[in-house]
Structure formats: structure tokens, C-alpha cells
């Protein structure tokens, strides 16, 4: 399972991230405490519209590169729980500890913010007519590439 980034503005900017990925990402914008912690939850449900605002979404790109960007070196991943490790990711399925399946990194979290920025994350640009329209009449998942 994937998120779906698209950046309003620009709809040709698509970003792919991972489910593991995520929830980790989502956890971080909580414990950043910038936007009210209903519109977080939120962020959990896929396809059905949530999203940010173009004013919510650079705040969250702005917190994530002064607080946690800033401090997170390139060996570390940030699990579910907000901590740090430089334990790399096994792959390993952990059904006795869930938490453990969740993190995300530096890589990841340095969203493509120009052209020919790649990250760990899956990029695509996808031409209008053969983009799956699953969010038709729904709002952007987020209003701005943060």
C-alpha cells in the first residue's frame, strides 16, 4: 500500500510513500504539534479526501526541516514511538511488537522539493489522461509539495 502525494499547484508532481513510511511520517506531524490533532488523525485514512491545506502543508515541511531534518542524520530512522535508530530495517514482518514495521528516515523525509531531487520515496510523474482518477471531485491530499 501507498500514499499519494499531488501537489495542487503543479498536478503532474506526484509522490508515492510507502504505508510503513507513512504512518511513521503522520506520527511525526503529531508530535510537531502544528495543526490540530483532528486534521492529523485524518491523515491515517487514505483516499477519502484528506488532506492538507497549502498553509498547513508548508507549515509541516517548514517544522519537519528546522526540527526534525535538522538533527536526523542520514543513518537514522524515526520509529512510531518518535524515537530514533540506526538500526537498519530488517523487513522482517514483527506481528509481536506492530510498532517495529513503522519508520521512516532522513531520505524519505526530504520530500522532492525541485526537479531532479529524488529520495528514498517513489516519484512519478504521471500524464493527466492515464492518472487514475480515484479522487475525482475530492480535495488534494495535500495542497503544496512540502
Given amino acids: ?3 499519494i502525494l499531488c501537489a495542487v499547484a503543479d498536478e503532474e508532481k506526484i509522490l508515492f510513500i510507502n504505508f510503513w513510511h507513512w504512518r511513521a511520517i503522520v506520527e511525526v506531524v503529531r508530535r510537531l504539534g502544528i495543526i490540530p490533532e483532528d486534521r492529523v488523525q485524518a491523515l491515517h485514512d487514505q483516499y477519502c479526501g484528506n488532506g ?4 498547513e502543508a508548508a507549515k509541516v ?4 526541516r528546522a526540527q526534525l531534518l535538522s538533527t536526523l542524520s542520514d543513518k537514522e530512522r524515526v520509529l512510531l514511538d518518535g524515537s530514533r535508530t540506526t538500526d537498519p530495517d530488517d523487513g522482517a514482518m514483527h506481528y509481536e511488537d506492530p510498532a517495529k514495521n513503522y519508520g521512516t528516515n532522513a531520505a524519505v523525509l526530504r520530500f522532492p522539493s525541485k526537479p531532479g531531487h529524488h529520495s528514498e520515496a517513489n516519484h512519478a510523474t504521471i500524464p493527466k489522461q492515464t492518472r487514475p482518477r480515484f479522487r475525482a471531485n475530492r480535495p488534494p491530499l495535500f495542497d503544496g509539495v512540502v
Fill in 61 to 64: 515541511a517548514t517544522a519537519i
Fill in 52 to 55: 492538507l491545506t497549502k498553509e
Fill in 1 to 3: 500500500m501507498a500514499v
